[in-house]
């Protein structure tokens, strides 16, 4: 748990579509709640929250990122919330750390993809009110807080 001395006052809502990484996370995390649901049509009755996480399902096959973009912002985040997008700057092939999108037919990794995903998602961010960040290694986090939000110093993104 990221904030063991919060515990008790965090609600924490895992979505995903595969239920055997569910059950593993719900053993891992037995006070949060995990439910199997394409991210494309997340429950209405989901719930709002002051934090979104999407870590590397932005990109995967089949994922409409306006749609998602929209719905995260417009149904299931709070007025004065924050989401962290990562988009997959890497995966393991064959036990092997790859760097880079790939496309198929292209010999080395792609960056034109993540970069237009990841502009996109800036550009809607920071249109709807939000001080966009742009960091990450492994992973491309995009990083938004209202704008009306003070910028933490301190904080390592």
Same mark, same amino acid.
């Given at each position: 748990?990221?904030?063991?001395?919060?515990? +008790?006052? %965090?609600?924490?809502? /895992? &979505? $995903? @579509? =595969?239920?055997?990484?569910?059950? *593993?996370?719900?053993?891992?995390?037995?006070?949060?709640?995990?439910?199997?649901?394409?991210?494309?049509?997340?429950?209405?009755?989901?719930?709002?929250?002051?934090?979104?996480?999407?870590? +590397?399902? %932005?990109?995967?096959? /089949? &994922? $409409? @990122? =306006?749609?998602?973009?929209?719905? *995260?912002?417009?149904?299931?985040?709070?007025?004065?919330?924050?989401?962290?997008?990562?988009?997959?700057?890497?995966?393991?092939?064959?036990?092997?750390?790859?760097?880079?999108?790939?496309?198929?037919?292209?010999?080395?990794?792609?960056?034109? @993809?993540?970069?237009?995903?990841?502009?996109?998602?800036?550009?809607?961010?920071?249109?709807?009110?939000?001080?966009?960040?742009?960091?990450?290694?492994?992973?491309?986090?995009?990083?938004?807080?209202?704008?009306?939000?003070?910028?933490?110093?301190?904080?390592?993104?």
């Amino acid at each position: 748990m990221a904030f063991p001395e919060r515990a +008790s006052s %965090l609600e924490v809502v /895992g &979505v $995903d @579509l =595969d239920a055997s990484a569910l059950a *593993l996370a719900q053993r891992r995390q037995r006070a949060a709640t995990f439910l199997t649901a394409d991210v494309n049509a997340l429950p209405a009755g989901l719930g709002r929250f002051d934090l979104v996480l999407a870590l +590397s399902v %932005l990109q995967s096959p /089949g &994922v $409409d @990122l =306006d749609r998602v973009l929209r719905s *995260l912002h417009r149904e299931h985040l709070t007025p004065g919330g924050g989401l962290v997008l990562g988009f997959p700057n890497a995966r393991y092939r064959g036990g092997e750390l790859s760097y880079g999108a790939r496309l198929r037919n292209f010999a080395r990794p792609d960056l034109s @993809l993540l970069f237009a995903d990841v502009a996109q998602s800036r550009r809607y961010l920071h249109k709807h009110g939000f001080k966009v960040f742009v960091t990450g290694k492994y992973e491309v986090l995009v990083t938004a807080i209202p704008a009306a939000a003070r910028t933490p110093g301190d904080l390592e993104l």
